[in-house]
């Protein structure tokens, strides 16, 4: 299922970077820059860990690419690119809390009870190092080590970590828009020098 989500990641990002420059890129056009990347370590041993390399090494390589053989300035080309990412999959991520929201009748309840620290390590993998920190009305996830900061880190792209980031947040969206008692918040991000990045989930009343 893993492969299947992210083949059609990679499509979708491919369509919706050909859009933004209104010209055609291929699977083809960025695997050509991925042999004159770098290589840079993305931590983890597990099936996540080759799905987030293959988000990492996609951004990347399309940003190289719209540089280098696009031609557009480095400014441009990250505009572009982060685009293209910041839309590609937010549709599913949104459309599931969506639907977490409209089955479940307390959602802080839900987050309480079962932490979100095991979610999110399944779907990043052992790469991402985790913790909760709970207080009154308040359950915090807390990213102290995240792969794709290591990642762009070690190409010395640290520049593109917020373009992931910034797409890893939409869902925030359909929570703090809905009727029920919970909102969240980021209160610190490693990408702009936090200690840490902190998913803050709060019960209002």
């Known amino acids: 299922m893993r492969r299947v989500m992210v083949w059609l990641w990679q499509r979708e990002f491919l369509w919706r970077l050909s859009r933004s420059i209104g010209a055609r890129v291929t699977r083809a056009d960025l695997r050509r820059v991925e042999h004159?990347?770098?290589?840079a370590h993305m931590p983890g041993v597990d099936a996540a860990q080759g799905a987030n390399l293959i988000l990492a090494r996609s951004l990347h390589a399309a940003v190289i690419y719209l540089e280098e053989d696009v031609a557009l300035a480095p400014e441009l080309a990250v505009?572009?690119?982060?685009?293209?990412f910041a839309a590609t999959g937010t549709w599913l991520a949104r459309g599931a809390v969506r639907l977490w929201l409209a089955l479940e009748r307390d959602p802080f309840a839900g987050?309480?009870?079962r932490g979100p620290a095991a979610l999110a390590r399944a779907l990043w993998g052992e790469g991402m190092a985790l913790e909760e920190r709970r207080r009154p009305h308040e359950v915090s996830l807390c990213v102290t080590q995240c792969p794709f900061q290591e990642y762009f880190w070690n190409a010395a792209r640290s520049d593109l970590t917020p373009i992931v980031c910034a797409w890893d947040t939409a869902w925030h969206e359909e929570i703090n828009a809905s009727r029920k008692p919970i909102r969240v918040e980021m209160r610190g991000?490693?990408?702009?020098?936090?200690?840490?990045?902190?998913?803050?989930?709060r019960r209002i009343q």
């Open 36 to 39: 004159r990347l770098p290589q």
């Open 79 to 84: 505009a572009r690119a982060r685009e293209a």
């Open 111 to 113: 987050v309480e009870t």
């Open 189 to 201: 991000c490693l990408a702009e020098g936090a200690p840490q990045c902190d998913f803050t989930f």
